[in-house]
Nanobody, 116 residues
């Protein structure tokens, strides 16, 4: 099993920055890709950014150039630096870990609210 604990959400004004962090514990050797997803009210959960075991990254078009994902492999932490935040970034952000055996784990989520 893998446990994921997120931190760093909160309220910020448009144009501001926040940094989300997710710490993984448990059977961490089995983790392939880690990432961040978000779900806004009334919308489906969507990928924000992900980073693979080899360091390759993927971003949603809506956050490219504003968000940066990073991963500290020795500490099993994945961070999401969010700059130039917009009201439409308001959502619950979930940490995700995909294992090499296909199992998927989720954190409980952290709320990010961007005021206009």
């Amino acid at each position: 099993q893998v446990q994921l604990v997120e931190s760093g959400g909160g309220l910020v004004q448009a144009g501001g920055s926040l940094r989300l962090s997710c710490a993984a514990s448990g059977t961490i050797i089995s983790i392939n890709t880690m990432g961040w997803y978000r779900q806004a009210p009334g919308k489906q959960r969507e990928l924000v950014a992900s980073i693979g075991s080899g360091g390759s990254t993927k971003y949603a078009d809506s956050v490219k150039g504003r968000f940066t994902i990073s991963r500290t492999y020795t500490k099993n932490i994945v961070d999401l630096q969010m700059n130039s935040l917009k009201p439409e970034d308001t959502a619950v952000y979930y940490c995700n870990a995909d294992r090499f055996d296909g199992m998927v784990h989720w954190g409980k989520g952290t709320l990010v609210t961007v005021s206009s």
